[in-house]
């Protein structure tokens, strides 16, 4: 296999052009990498089997989970890769058995290379760059409501649609249909989500969550699955075992199902890129449920563990009989602190709030319009999305902490933890900072933006509202698509912007779309408050 590897799928991507050594920005080396593209090329084999030929009842899942596995952070291990690779070809031969066996080979059905992508002329190489990684933030979303039991049949086949539009020799004004097309079934599969969510933990509430951690054994949860997070609270009841949510299981304190545990207590330390230093020597267990898992060190690694589609090498990983009694022992066996351990945002807060979803903001809306028509509110700002490690971040907090004494900052995503610990205090009863969840709570954001839309009689783009987003990897690029395809402009984007748009699809999307690449605080709030 080749010893070296070309990614630029994240924002962290070396000299914001591409990994191309022997290992990337985020830690894996580049035997993973190449494997990811080996698997790839094989899920758009599978996909293209498809098209003349019935999919299997495991077919979608498969499809789902191997997208979500080249996710970044999400899988380090080659072995688990390799598995999974194997996998897509046994379920391909199922569907298509004759191929393997003939001697007049069209390669339709081949696994795909994926050096056509990466080779191509660069505004093509763009925009299925575009196509794919939105698919595999789709894919992140459809897997977790699939894990509820909530599928939907025109989000599932289009995985099947655009995994073979990839491998199509097209040309741009062929593939921006397809592109917009992503954000469109994200939209679809986020309001699934939200639906399966919902369903199964009720509609979040505001609700404050401490930073501190109380003496005695405890395990920190992190990623974004509620449902392991219920099963772990389950599985941890009357055990003397406290719980604490990171990173971007935060939100999951707002839903009621969740939070009548006792001992589900508060969030553990700040956004994922921090969790080496969080993490050294923790007298605790960590479960990772989905991405942002960082190359483990030494100091902690005994006490990792990893379920669904997470994989390191050398950690304990939890199975689909969801058994965390491995995760258990080692809390009781770590013991915890001794005493209480007093943590802190990145401001200096000491608790956080959270649980501000469409449902909980559309209940006083009419608080919300009474509000902005007699001046209380005169603008919003949402600013949320992926953080990251790369310096340029702490715009983010200085633009929440610039912003007018009379706006609301909605926010969702673990771009949040720039400034969710600081008390701005209130408008009308509201606080200024509301926490709408996770990233794929968007949805939230976009419903809130459509009700207000309606309620003054004008479109979203004419509210005074603006999108004040952070990206970092595939869901904020299929998140980016949805508004794209809403038509919702007036959305500054940074703090760099993606290596894989082309100077001329860059330039489309700026001036069909109204993207602003973000300067400083100062200038885009004067640009955007005039």
């Not at 010893?3 to 990994?19: D, I, L, N, P, W």
């Not at 902690?300 to 589609?309: I, K, L, M, P």
């Not at 469409?358 to 509110?377: M, P, R």
Request: proline fraction near 4%.
């Amino acid at each position: 296999m080749d010893h070296k590897m070309f990614c630029f799928q994240c924002e962290q991507t070396a000299g914001c052009s591409g990994c191309t050594g022997s290992a990337g920005v985020c830690g894996k080396s580049a035997s993973t990498a190449n494997l990811q593209d080996e698997l790839t090329g094989a899920l758009i084999g599978l996909a293209k089997a498809c098209g003349n030929n019935s999919p299997l009842e495991t077919t979608t899942k498969i499809l789902i989970e191997g997208l979500f596995t080249t996710i970044t952070n999400v899988n380090f291990n080659d072995d688990v890769l390799a598995e999974m690779i194997k996998r897509v070809r046994e379920e391909k031969e199922k569907i298509v058995p004759d191929c393997s066996k003939c001697t007049s080979v069209c390669g339709n059905t081949s696994d795909y290379d994926m050096k056509n992508i990466w080779d191509a002329q660069e505004d093509i190489r763009s925009l299925k760059s575009l196509i794919l990684f939105g698919l595999r933030g789709v894919a992140a979303y459809a897997y977790h409501a699939m894990v509820l039991g909530y599928e939907d049949e025109g989000v599932n086949h289009f995985f099947y649609k655009a995994l073979s539009v990839i491998s199509y020799d097209l040309t741009m004004e062929q593939l921006l249909p397809v592109v917009l097309e992503v954000g469109e079934i994200n939209l679809k599969c986020m309001e699934l989500l939200d639906k399966a969510n919902t369903t199964a933990f009720g509609t979040p509430e505001p609700t404050k969550v401490p930073l501190t951690i109380e003496k005695g054994p405890f395990i920190v949860i992190t990623g974004h699955d509620l449902y392991d997070l219920k099963q772990l609270l389950e599985q941890t009841k009357d055990k003397g075992i406290n719980i604490y949510t990171h990173g971007e299981m935060l939100p999951a304190h707002g839903y009621p199902e969740l939070k009548k545990y006792p001992h589900l207590k508060g969030n553990f330390g700040t956004a994922w890129q921090n969790q080496q230093k969080e993490f050294d020597n923790l007298p605790a267990p960590i479960l990772f449920t989905t991405n942002c898992l960082m190359p483990v060190k030494k100091s902690y690694a005994d006490r990792v563990f990893t379920t669904e589609v997470v994989s390191y090498p050398e950690m304990v990983h939890i199975g689909d009989d969801k058994d965390f009694t491995p995760v258990i022992k080692k809390a009781l066996e770590l013991g915890g602190y001794e005493e209480g351990h007093e943590m802190t945002g990145i401001n200096g807060g000491k608790e956080v709030m959270t649980g501000f979803s469409h449902g909980t903001v559309l209940g006083v809306a009419d608080q919300v319009i009474d509000a902005v028509k007699q001046g209380a509110i005169s603008h919003f700002f949402l600013v949320g999305g992926c953080d990251g490690a790369n310096t340029g971040r702490n715009y983010y907090t200085d633009f929440v902490k610039q912003t007018p004494e009379d706006s609301i900052i909605l926010t969702l995503a673990c771009g949040k933890y720039r400034f969710n610990d600081l008390d701005l205090g209130t408008i009308g009863g509201l606080p200024r900072i509301m926490d709408m969840g996770q990233c794929n709570d968007a949805f939230s954001a976009i419903k809130v933006a459509v009700a207000l839309a309606e309620a003054f009689g004008c479109g979203v783009n004419e509210l005074p509202l603006s999108m004040i987003l952070s990206w970092y990897e595939q869901k904020a690029v299929c998140i980016l698509l949805t508004l794209l395809h809403l038509g919702i402009k007036n959305i500054y984007l940074g703090p760099s912007l993606p290596a894989f748009l082309s100077p001329n699809v860059l330039n489309f999307l700026v001036e069909n779309y109204g993207i602003s690449p973000i300067s400083t605080p100062e200038e885009d709030l004067k640009k955007i408050l005039g």
